[in-house]
Structures are given as C-alpha cells and as structure tokens.
C-alpha cells in the first residue's frame, strides 16, 4: 500500500486545514486509517484513526473536538479537518493504515508539514 499526504502549509492560530492522504490499494475499505503527527524534537503521536465503516473513530484528547477525522472508501482517500489549530499543533503529519488482523500501522506516507504561527 502506497500513501500520499497533502494539505499540510502555514496557518495563523484560529484557521483550518484540510489533509488528504491517498491510498494505492484495490482493497482500501478494510484498512484501518490514522493520521499521525511528530514535532520537532518530540515522538511521533497519534492523532486519530477511523475503522473501514467511516463510523468508529478515535481522537487523541488534546485534538478532540477540533479534528475530525473523516474517509471515502470510493476515491480511497482518508481526511483529517483541523479546525482551531493552535501553535501546538505545528508538527509533520504523516498517514498510516493498519491492514486485518494487524496490531500496529504498518504503512506510512512520507508526511506533510503543518506550521500554525502565533
């Protein structure tokens, strides 16, 4: 599976974002997808991941209620909305899939870089 992240840019604290990240795979529907994230000199994190039925998600606490994590099995293409981005969330975003019976990510874009300025 080959992953292609794009949207990330610069943005004043208060904007939004829309990532894409699209995936090279016939069988798309039955990944799991997540989105990601590492700051400059901190460990990669999770921000979100959503299940093949676009209904069972899940958010770290520090975006809930400002991201929404979102995905089109038709155009195989997983979407993260980030709104009231804060200086905090200045980090490269990167997107994973999970295939079946998997315990851990095991396909990863190359990543795209988010810059909220103050």
């Known amino acids: 599976v080959q992953l292609q992240a794009s949207g990330g840019g610069l943005v004043q604290a208060g904007g939004s974002l829309r990532l894409s990240c699209a995936a090279s795979?016939?069988?798309?529907?039955?990944?799991?997808m997540g989105w990601f994230r590492q700051a400059p000199g901190k460990e990669r994190e999770i921000v979100a991941h959503?299940?093949?039925?676009?209904?069972?998600?899940f958010y770290a606490d520090s975006v809930k209620g400002r991201f929404t994590i979102s995905r089109d099995n038709a155009k195989n293409t997983v979407y993260l909305q980030m709104d009231s981005l804060k200086p905090g969330d200045t980090a490269v975003y990167y997107c994973?899939?999970?295939?079946?019976?998997?315990?851990?990510?095991?396909?990863w874009g190359q990543g795209t870089e988010v810059t909220v300025s103050s």
């Open positions: 994973a899939a999970r295939g079946a019976g998997m315990k851990v990510f095991n396909y």
């Open positions: 795979t016939y069988t798309f529907s039955s990944y799991v």
């Open positions: 959503i299940h093949w039925n676009g209904v069972n998600t």
